[in-house]
């Protein structure tokens, strides 16, 4: 166990609808990284936040936003969802002094 | 884009042998890591290792890294059924401090048959 958790587990919503995805981290790691894994393949990074800031961007459009709160918790939103949008959503949180991450279990998002 | 890329995509093996799995990337790091995840859920921090160390271990775990080749490899030994999973290498390049992102693999799917 990481001490990291996301809802919902699993997740199916329609081409067109928005989408609110959780993560609250463990106590102390203000720093909470986003990324989207599509089957078969390997993480890709969306973003990273550091103390409640956008702290780096991947190679996703603004559609896909985020929030972080002061209470460990951060957000993933996406707008306009596409099919291309099914992944398993993972968020991973950090201590600023260490470079591994702590990854929760991930939300299995399916657009139809 | 994916930085580093695993070779074997798949690997099976028996209990007891020793299982390597190999990574390479394309541009300079920080540090490399490697993670575990089963069945398509959250990953596992395996070990880190720093782009000024050749080799590291960490239990039944070793890890080598050659910045001049942009390669790193992973061994497992005296393998188990347990050790099924799919594992990826992350390189890290970030600009130090709070600010960094993880780049990973497409993973290499180890089976461990009993």
């Known amino acids: 166990e990481t001490g990291v958790t996301q809802s919902p587990t699993h997740l199916i919503k329609t081409r067109g609808q928005q989408v609110t995805l959780r993560c609250s981290s463990q106590?102390?790691?203000?720093?909470v990284s986003w990324y989207q894994q599509a089957l078969g393949q390997g993480p890709q990074f969306i973003f990273q936040?550091?103390?409640?800031?956008?702290?780096g961007r991947g190679n996703f459009p603004p559609r896909f936003s985020g929030l972080q709160f002061p209470n460990y918790s951060s957000e993933l939103n996406v707008n306009a969802l596409e099919l291309d949008d099914s992944a398993l959503y993972l968020c991973?949180?950090?201590?600023?002094?260490?470079?591994?991450?702590?990854f929760g279990p991930g939300t299995r998002l399916t657009v139809t | 884009s994916q930085q580093g890329e695993e070779d074997p995509q798949a690997l099976s093996i028996q209990e007891g042998e020793n299982a390597t799995m190999n990574c390479s990337y394309k541009?300079?790091?920080?540090?490399l890591q490697w993670y575990r995840q089963n069945s398509g859920r959250g990953l596992v921090h395996l070990i880190l290792?720093?782009?000024?160390?050749r080799e590291k271990h960490s239990g039944r775990l070793r890890v080598t890294l050659d910045t001049s080749k942009k390669s790193s490899s992973l061994l497992i030994t005296a393998s188990r059924a347990a050790d099924t999973a799919s594992y990826f290498c992350?390189?890290?390049?970030?600009?130090?401090?709070?600010?960094?992102?993880?780049?990973f693999g497409k993973g290499t799917l180890l089976t461990v048959n009993p």
């Open positions: 991973a949180s950090s201590h600023p002094q260490s470079r591994e991450q702590y």
């Open positions: 106590s102390g790691h203000n720093t």
């Open positions: 936040y550091y103390r409640e800031e956008e702290n």
């Open positions: 541009t300079s790091i920080n540090n």
């Open positions: 290792i720093r782009s000024n160390e």
């Open positions: 992350a390189t890290d390049k970030g600009s130090g401090g709070s600010n960094y992102k993880l780049t």
